[in-house]
């Protein structure tokens, strides 16, 4: 394995080296969500659909302890950034314990699917479709937050590629199962939807026992601590105290998107809802790969406040947002010029192809201003500034999303999907200005996520690993 990379003195090569394989991890899982819509839709336009429908739903319930696992990127950079190797591998095994313990409690959940669908008044063959897939991916719900904690740990301490060696390989496991089990090849049940949830519960549980291996090699071991299995509840507090407000950004975000795409939209029918899970495909294709580079953004930021170094933190979050809005402008540019072409890719009805054709041209708009808000509110997470960010966010989303769709359904529903649309895409826009702002004024540079005071658990560990990070090079 390769030592941690270094800081050259070309900014551009630096953010690219660890955020290529993010990245990559990143379009990784958009191509295997892509390639499942695309068999399923050889079955029919509403399985396809229900990848969408009931897996933003099975990840409106796992965002939370996404969202505070998202920390531990933060908290083992700064640490790795300080050259404080032994707390990086104290904090992964918080995030383990946090991700255990979360999959467990939402497990509770597999009984209330039906009832938790058919509430959202969808037709009955499509709450069946939804609920035989939610069921099933919840099942991997522990493994899911496991691996990612994992994954936060192994990108604080500069090994990405590993990141993504195990996603790809995860990926290529879930590939195979579908084609075996959604159309039966091979000797194995043709199972449809359910083959497709199986497979992807296949590359889930295939990317964590990829990233437990390499926690467990020799070298990450020794020097970054990662068998320290203990629970310590002084560095859960702190995770859970800066990964609180994340969590709940995340979560409710989630939570009011998926009211969105599965309450507010459902209002204007099925082609509606079926439209909807499409056009939120075609975003992810857009803003995964921009949440490779926020990721990178994010163990940069905590690297260099803990090196001190404020300057840096601002030079490669303008960088990353200068490379994610090139990408994203490109990506809208293509959804509006190629918008029928692209939802006639999943459904040949007319209707959706029309709805979801009107979609994309409010997705083509949003990019830019998605851009800003994945950039600055990676770096923002970096350095610690989560709770105002998440008040601010939730109170926008739920007003002007949630109850300005609500109402746009409601009392204009002449406009038809455009009405909550427009909001939706007013929202990004406040949104990604307010974030840009508030890392411009520079309030994030006063947090600190550890005591001056703090000793160092066992020297001799810290001094036999010292010379682990290379002197670097600043600009």
Aim: glycine fraction near 10%; proline fraction near 3%.
């Amino acid at each position: 394995m390769s030592d941690p990379i270094h800081i050259t003195r070309r900014p551009s090569v630096e953010l690219l080296m660890l955020a290529g394989p993010s990245i990559a991890q990143m379009i990784s899982y958009t191509l295997m969500q892509f390639i499942d819509r695309l068999m399923l839709a050889k079955i029919g336009t509403a399985q396809a659909a229900v990848t969408g429908t009931a897996g933003l739903t099975f990840f409106c319930f796992i965002s939370f302890g996404s969202g505070v696992l998202s920390l531990i990127n933060a908290l083992a950079s700064q640490a790795y950034g300080r050259k404080d190797l032994r707390q990086t591998g104290q904090f992964l095994w918080q995030g383990i314990w946090w991700g255990l313990a979360f999959g467990l409690v939402i497990l509770s959940l597999y009984p209330l699917a039906e009832p938790l669908f058919a509430r959202m008044k969808h037709t009955p063959r499509m709450v069946a479709l939804e609920t035989q897939y939610f069921q099933i991916v919840l099942l991997a719900g522990t493994v899911k937050l496991t691996a990612m904690a994992m994954g936060q740990f192994l990108l604080a301490i500069h090994r990405p590629t590993l990141v993504f060696i195990a996603a790809f390989t995860g990926v290529c496991a879930n590939c195979l199962l579908n084609w075996l089990l959604i159309f039966g090849h091979g000797g194995f049940p043709r199972m449809e939807l359910a083959g497709s949830a199986w497979g992807l519960n296949t590359g889930v549980f295939t990317e964590m026992l990829i990233l437990l291996a390499f926690i467990a090699s020799p070298k990450i071991r020794h020097t970054y601590n990662t068998f320290d299995w203990r629970f310590r509840w002084d560095k859960m507090k702190t995770l859970l105290r800066v990964g609180t407000p994340a969590g709940l950004q995340f979560s409710c975000d989630i939570i009011a998107w998926t009211v969105f795409a599965n309450i507010i939209i459902a209002k204007f029918g099925d082609a509606a809802i079926m439209a909807n899970s499409f056009a939120f495909g075609y975003m992810a294709v857009s803003f995964m790969p921009a949440i490779g580079l926020g990721v990178a953004v994010t163990a940069l930021t905590g690297k260099y406040i803990g090196m001190n170094r404020h300057d840096l933190v601002r030079r490669r979050a303008h960088l990353g947002f200068v490379f994610a809005a090139s990408y994203m402008f490109l990506c809208g540019v293509g959804f509006f010029l190629f918008r029928h072409k692209l939802m006639g890719i999943f459904s040949d009805n007319l209707e959706v192809q029309s709805v979801g054709a009107t979609m994309l041209i409010f997705v083509a708009i949003y990019q830019i201003f998605d851009a800003m808000f994945v950039i600055y509110s990676s770096a923002l997470r970096g350095a610690g500034d989560t709770l105002i960010p998440t008040i601010v966010q939730l109170t926008l989303i739920w007003s002007i999303v949630v109850g300005g769709g609500i109402l746009a359904a409601r009392h204009a529903p002449s406009y038809g999907i455009s009405g909550p649309w427009t909001l939706a895409t007013l929202f990004g826009a406040i949104l990604g200005i307010y974030l840009l702002i508030r890392f411009q004024r520079g309030k994030w540079q006063t947090i600190r996520l550890h005591h001056d005071n703090e000793t160092v658990e066992n020297s001799k560990f810290e001094t036999r690993n010292s010379n682990q990070i290379p002197n670097s090079k600043f600009e």
